[in-house]
């Protein structure tokens, strides 16, 4: 088979070779240098990633020649099978010639004007609709502002932006293979094809399949028959290339409850390891995605709500409201609960109150938070936020939140101080260990739902109201603090 679907056995140096080994820095013989390095990784002889690389250069040139003289510089994806990343600014060439542009090039991964109002919909809806014709707009024009501003929210922006990323594939190979035309709808025996270049590249399984998903996806946004039309077919696919590669698991260990132990008995002065510290003690006792916790604001700490139900003993507990959770598709909220350690020292709630006061954050007197729960607050500043040096060296909290990605590096951070290995953590090790604790101490998986904020299993869970706020401590009283 050509180099342009499974890669060519490369037997000898060849003329036009060294610009391939230079690339993958082959340096020698004895297994230095990336080419080696790549072999070890992959499980594969420095030969055969000698060959890919062939077959990688020879694939975008190919496309090169099929988008036609006269376009803009090419920019390329670093995956497996090279990926046209500015292929919406080649709608001009001769390849898409015929082909619906609108639809196969559509990118709607950005955020919309809802989405970036968080919450605050209704100016966000004014502004749009003041914009949008106003009485003079017809129902045709109503209905492309639908699809505009709301329909994307079907998904969430970070998937969106994932499946953009494996549709630019899609479209990169349809243009390689002489095939944009039959990629949206697609057959059944183009996305066959697809899968088979996919699988000669070495592409990951993970990557397979997101390019399924959002094959499958694209099809369903417009109201176009999917290529995998059988209610398993996914699955078995999934299988199928399982039984062939395996499916190795790259292992994130959670964070074990003697780590929030040593983490809470910790008293750093720098405010950077004070944050660090307590941003992991919260994510894990509250069973928090990475990006939840990176979002909170100093509104979202409710202390005391649990007294609300009218039951004495609860003082000195807080409740984590989180606005918005995978699971909460219609943001009616979560919220993990903390209560009272027996140890004054390891008291999580107290060194919140703590945190704030010495990082300078407090509410709002205006906050809105508690009328308007659904909302992020436009006046508090985030719990954890990035911090900056100021005249004389001094290290002070900024109002900017911190990214999912530094939120995850501060948690990699803290348990490295912890005595762990850091390479074998990461944001989600929070989440892994407070759910893995809670199970550990037989906590009813309906009660450690309520504080992971995972989706109910059966329909009655809705209806369910806890009648004691003993029970939401459950989870929290499993780490023994």
Known sequence: MSAYGHPPRATAWRPGEAGARAGLGA??????????AAARQLGMSEQDIFDLALARSAWRSMVAVRLGAGNARLSWSKTPLPVLLNVTELAHASAFAGVDRGRILLDDSEPTALERADGNWGPAARRLGATGGGAGATVTSLAAEFDRHLAPSIRQPRTRADYWRAWRLVVTWGVARKALGSVLPMSLETLKALTWDLVCFAAPTSQVELVWKAVQARHRQFHLPPPMCEGNQFSSWAKMLGAIRGRPVALKLPIQKATVRWLLAWRPTALAAHR????????TLGCLRV??????QVCDLWFDYLMAYGVP?????????????????????????FGRSRDPELDVVAQLRHWMVFAGLEVHPDCAKRARPAAA?????????????????????TRQPCSRQKASDWIRWAVKQAGGDSSRFSGISARKGGIST?????????????????????????????????????????FGL
């Open 27 to 36: 340096q020698d013989s004895g297994g230095s240098g990336a080419l080696a």
């Open 438 to 478: 809670a199970i550990e101490a037989r906590v009813d998986e309906t009660i450690l739902y309520l504080q992971s904020g995972h989706g109910a299993a059966l329909p009655a869970r809705a209806y369910m109201q806890i009648a004691s706020p003993a029970r939401f401590l459950e989870t929290f009283e499993a």
């Open 313 to 337: 003993g609860f003082e000195g507990t807080c409740s984590v409201h989180i606005n918005r959770r995978k699971n909460d598709t219609q943001r009616k909220g979560h919220y993990p609960a």
């Open 291 to 296: 990006n939840e916790v990176a979002r909170l």
């Open 377 to 397: 607050c436009e006046l508090c500043p985030p719990l954890f936020p990035l911090s900056r040096c100021v005249k004389g060296g001094v290290t002070v909290a």
């Open 276 to 283: 660090a510290r307590l941003l992991t003690a919260v994510a």
